[in-house]
């Protein structure tokens, strides 16, 4: 029913996940789902939501046993046009914003039983695999930050005069340029091997975490650096390089933040010297 229309472009999903009280600590989700004959009642609200305005359906976890904490959690679908769901405008964003968020709103809002995506209990466990493949999609993204200002920076060393030659004869310009290329590079092998991996059906989530934490520091580093090499000029809105640094801040927040990554992969390192 919704698949193909997803497919064809008809319209878009969503993920609704993060809340106002539970962002990093997903397990601390706060909507509630409370089943009525044969239908769910939703009450509560998401935030940060991508896509959210260009969305035809939406997939929400909901608490549906407060008893047993995230294993209590559930996920559903929700389609836009569901009584009791309505959408409020994001907050005006520092970056990224040519992409679009918002906030859902459930207020008895009613879906049928057989919305339920999967057994009841196993929607954190969902949004938990969901997110490993998303990791490698913000390192990706991270990536094509940081690749972008890195070229940016080298054509703009190369252009601009000073010092009676240019920027790029300057060895502190160019000891930052290669910096920036290393950096750059070893992003884009930690997020192919991450794919790879995730291609092949075998288990990637750490390599995901590592991917997503290393490129999304990197694009911040390689956009600020760029700042750097353009001057006063990197500071102003008449070149990207100052949007490239924005926009890459995101990307060590969504997915996960860069401290949840580090949790992630500090539990691999102990759970595989446990195993030596």
């Not at 057989?114 to 913000?138: A, C, N, V, Y």
């Not at 809105?237 to 992969?265: F, H, N």
């Amino acid at each position: 029913m919704y698949i193909p229309k997803l497919i064809s472009g008809e319209y878009m999903g969503a993920y609704g996940l993060t809340e106002p009280g539970a962002g990093s600590d997903s397990g601390g989700t706060l909507t509630t789902a409370d089943l009525d004959g044969d239908e769910y009642v939703l009450n509560g609200r998401k935030c940060f939501i991508t896509n959210a305005h260009h969305a035809g359906v939406f997939i929400a976890t909901a608490v549906t046993d407060k008893s047993l904490g995230s294993k209590g959690i559930s996920a559903f679908v929700v389609p836009r046009d569901t009584p009791g769901f309505t959408l409020e405008p994001g907050e005006v964003k520092l970056g990224m914003r040519g992409s679009d968020w918002a906030s859902l709103v459930f207020q008895d809002a009613r879906i049928p039983k057989d919305h339920l995506l999967g057994p009841e209990g196993e929607g954190f466990k969902t949004f938990m695999k969901t997110l490993e493949g998303g990791r490698i999609s913000i390192g990706a993204l991270s990536l094509g930050i940081a690749a972008g200002a890195f070229d940016c920076a080298t054509k703009y060393a190369m252009e601009r005069e000073a010092f009676g030659g240019t920027l790029s004869d300057q060895q502190a310009v160019q000891f930052k340029l290669a910096d920036m290329r290393v950096k750059v590079e070893a992003a884009r092998h930690l997020c192919y091997h991450a794919a790879r991996l995730k291609d092949t059906g075998a288990s990637y989530g750490t390599e995901a975490a590592i991917a997503k934490l290393y490129a999304s520091e990197v694009a911040m580093q390689v956009s600020y650096d760029a700042i750097q090499i353009y001057g006063g000029y990197g500071y102003s809105r008449e070149y990207p390089v100052e949007r490239m640094w924005r926009d890459a801040k995101l990307c060590t927040i969504g997915e996960g933040t860069s401290e949840i990554q580090r949790i992630i992969i500090g539990r691999a390192v102990l759970k595989a010297a446990k195993s030596l």
